[in-house]
C-alpha cells in the first residue's frame, strides 16, 4: 500500500487547532495507530495532521532499545504487554522527539519517520482476543426497555449488576471497512406467523466506546476494583452493529447472536488513558434512592474520578446526501460521562467470577445514550423501533438504515486550559446482503 510522502515539521502541520474538534490531535494527546506500509503494518502515533511511523523510529535509533521490538511489532499487543512504564517511557520519547527543540539530527529522523495521515491507509492497530459488550446507559436501558416491557422498562437487577454479554472479537473491523448487510431468521411479533429467512430490514447502529485492556488478569484471581483502572491500555470509538429484527425474534433466553456477531466497527485511533487523564470526572450521580454498589463494585476513588468526560456524536451521510454533496446528517449527541457504570466497575465485574483478561481484550461500554430522548445512541431509540422515522434533508425518511448509508461516530474532549483532544471517527457504509 502506498503512504503519504514524508513532510517537513514545523508548528503549522502540527498544529492541532487547524483540524476539526474530533480531529485533534496535539501533543498532549499522541494516539496510537498502525498504517500499511507496502505489505506491512507498521504502528504510529497521530501529531496535528501527520502521523510518526514507529517502526521506522525505533530502526532509526530514536527509540530506547527496550521497546524496538515492541514498536516493530504490526500490533501494539506487545507493547500493552510491557506494562506502564514501558507505556510511559514511550509517551515521554515521542513528546520530547516532537518538541521543537530537539536536536537537529533526531529531528531530521524524525521527520523522516511523519507521513501525512490523508494520505495513508490506517488498518487494526490491536489483536482484539476478546470482546465483550456491556449495558452502561442506564438512559438506553430505560428507553429500550419501554418499547419492550412499558411497565417495567428497567429490569431489577440493572442497578445492582454491570449487565454485558460476550462479543464476538473475530468479526471486529476497522474504520472504512464496509459492513454488509446481514441475513438472518426473524418473525415479526405478536403475529401468528412462521419465521422468514431474510435480509435483516431493521439494521442499526450503536455509539460506544472500546475500552483496550492493557494488563492481563489471572484465571481464578479477581481483579480489586481498587486497581481496575490499572489495566486499561486507552479507548477508541466503537460501532454495536445490530439487527433489531434478528435481535427481537433470537434474544430470549440466552441473548444477543446472530443479531450482533457479524460486524463490531472501531476507529482507528487507541487514545492513551494518560492523555485523557485532564478529562476524568465523577461517575454519573445515583439518586439517593438508588442501591448502593456492592463492596466489590464500590470503590470511592473510582466514583470521583472514574467517569470519562468523552463528547460523542453519530452523523449519517446517505448515498442522495453524497450525490447533492451535502453534510453528513447530525443523528444525535451524548456524553460518555452519563454512563451508570465506570470502566472500573465494568474491569471488576468481568473478573469477579475469576474469568481472566488478555491483553488486547475489548470491553465496550454498550449504547452510549443520555437522559434526552434525543441524545439517544441508536436508531432503536430514536425512532423508537422505526415507529417515528427521521426526516433528512434531502426528503428522505430513515427509520433504520438503507444500503448505502454511511455511519460516522466522532468523538473529543473539552476542558477549559487543556488542548482539546478528538477520538477521530469511526465510519463504515453498508453494502446491500448477499443474496
Ligand atoms: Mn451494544
Not at 453524497?322 to 465485574?349: C, G, M, V
Not at 422515522?389 to 448505502?404: N, Q, S, V, Y
Amino acid at each position: 500500500m502506498h503512504h503519504g510522502k514524508t513532510k517537513h515539521y514545523g508548528a503549522q502541520e502540527l498544529a492541532p487547532g487547524r483540524q476539526p474538534s474530533h480531529q485533534r490531535f496535539p501533543l498532549t494527546h499522541l494516539p496510537y495507530g498502525a498504517f500499511a506500509v507496502e505489505d506491512q503494518q507498521h504502528l504510529c502515533v497521530a501529531i496535528g495532521a501527520h502521523l510518526l511511523d514507529l517502526h521506522a523510529c525505533a530502526s532509526s535509533g530514536l527509540l530506547p532499545p527496550t521497546l524496538t521490538e515492541a514498536c516493530q511489532a504490526p500490533t501494539l499487543n506487545l507493547l500493552m504487554s510491557q506494562g506502564r512504564q514501558a507505556w510511559a517511557l514511550l509517551r515521554k520519547t515521542i513528546t520530547t522527539l516532537l518538541h521543537a527543540d530537539v536536536k537537529p539530527q533526531q529531528k531530521e529522523k524524525a521527520e523522516a519517520a511523519l507521513h501525512s495521515i490523508a494520505g495513508s491507509t490506517l488498518q487494526k492497530p490491536v489483536h482484539i482476543p476478546n470482546y465483550t459488550d456491556f449495558y452502561a446507559s442506564i438512559h438506553h436501558a430505560t428507553r429500550v426497555g419501554q418499547l419492550f416491557r412499558p411497565d417495567q422498562p428497567l429490569l431489577p437487577n440493572y442497578k445492582h449488576i454491570p449487565i454485558g454479554y460476550h462479543g464476538r472479537a473475530s468479526s471486529i473491523v476497522v474504520s472504512g471497512e464496509p459492513i454488509i448487510r446481514p441475513i438472518g431468521q426473524t418473525r415479526p411479533p405478536a403475529e401468528e406467523v412462521e419465521p422468514d429467512f431474510l435480509p435483516t430490514k431493521k439494521l442499526d447502529y450503536e455509539l460506544e466506546l472500546a475500552l483496550y485492556i492493557g494488563q492481563p488478569s489471572a484465571q481464578g484471581t479477581p481483579i480489586p476494583i481498587s486497581s481496575a483502572a490499572d489495566h486499561l491500555f486507552g479507548v477508541s470509538l466503537l460501532n454495536d452493529w445490530s439487527a433489531r429484527d434478528i435481535q427481537s425474534w433470537e434474544y430470549q433466553p440466552l441473548g444477543p447472536f446472530l443479531a450482533k456477531n457479524f460486524a463490531t466497527s472501531i476507529s482507528p485511533w487507541v487514545t492513551p488513558m494518560s492523555a485523557l487523564e485532564p478529562f476524568r470526572g465523577p461517575a454519573e450521580s445515583r439518586p439517593a434512592t438508588d442501591p448502593k454498589p456492592l463492596p466489590y463494585l464500590y470503590f470511592a476513588a473510582d466514583q470521583k474520578a472514574g467517569g470519562i468526560n468523552v463528547e460523542l456524536e453519530v452523523l449519517l451521510l446517505t448515498e442522495a446526501m453524497k450525490a447533492n454533496r451535502l453534510q453528513p446528517f447530525p443523528l444525535s449527541e451524548s456524553k460518555a460521562q452519563d454512563l451508570y457504570w465506570t470502566p472500573a466497575q465494568l474491569i471488576a465485574h468481568h473478573t469477579s467470577n475469576g474469568c481472566n483478561l488478555q491483553v488486547g481484550d475489548v470491553l465496550a461500554t454498550g449504547t452510549i445514550s443520555g437522559p434526552a430522548e434525543a441524545s439517544a445512541g441508536c436508531l432503536l431509540e430514536l425512532t423508537r423501533n422505526g415507529t417515528r422515522p427521521i426526516l433528512l434533508p434531502t426528503g428522505e425518511t430513515r427509520a433504520f438504515l438503507e444500503d448505502g448509508d454511511e455511519i460516522i461516530l466522532r468523538g473529543s474532549c473539552k476542558l477549559s486550559g487543556h488542548p482539546r483532544i478528538g477520538l477521530g471517527e469511526c465510519r463504515a457504509t453498508i453494502l446491500p446482503a448477499h443474496t
